[in-house]
């Protein structure tokens, strides 16, 4: 199996479409656009496929330029520290990609709309979590903004609370 030319990409980037490529490590599917991202900054590398695959597209991945921890990617299970509470949503520090912890920051936000499946208006973010709360999650999407990498997350529950009155927590949904 031979290598094609290696190029320089970084979080974020334009990799190619799914029609064309699948996502192999440090990329990932983009769902909405079914586009391949890369998730990390590193060298890109397309790897031709096997003659007997029965998916003839070719696998590009990413390497990175330094030894680096889990990156998390959508669909994965992460836990984070909850770090700020507001009215419409709850940021948290990723602490663990699966069962690895993370070695580079990573921020998520946790959104009114993803607490709960039913009467959304109705989640109050400030009785729901507290700032330490650990939760576990689901990461829907990877969002590279210009300051920081951030991550949303839904279909969580949170670990360790840090609420004083558990009468006040909102009942979650563990996730599947």
Request: aromatic content about 10%.
């Given at each position: 199996m031979q290598k094609e030319e290696?190029?320089?990409?970084?979080p974020g980037e334009i990799l190619g479409k799914s029609t064309d490529i699948k996502p192999g490590k440090g990329a990932y599917l983009s769902r909405d656009t079914n586009t391949v991202y890369a998730s990390i900054t590193g060298r890109r590398s397309v790897i031709p496929p096997s003659p007997e695959s029965p998916d003839q597209r070719p696998t590009v991945e990413v390497i990175g330029h330094k030894a680096h921890g889990p990156v998390p990617e959508p669909g994965c299970v992460v836990i984070a520290r909850v770090t700020k509470v507001m009215a419409r949503m709850?940021?948290?520090?990723?602490?663990?990609?699966?069962?690895?912890?993370?070695?580079?920051?990573?921020s998520g936000i946790i959104r009114q709309q993803d607490v709960r499946a039913t009467e959304i208006d109705k989640v109050d973010m400030h009785t729901s979590f507290r700032p330490g709360?650990?939760?576990?999650?689901?990461?829907v999407s990877f969002y590279l903004s210009f300051f920081a990498n951030t991550t949303y997350i839904?279909?969580?529950?949170?670990?360790i609370n840090q609420t004083f009155n558990c009468s006040n927590?909102?009942?979650?949904?563990p996730l599947t």
């Open positions: 290696e190029e320089m990409v970084t709850a940021s948290a520090d990723v602490m663990c990609v699966g069962s690895k912890s993370v070695r580079e920051k990573f709360d650990i939760v576990k999650a689901s990461v839904y279909n969580f529950y949170v670990v927590v909102v009942s979650l949904s």
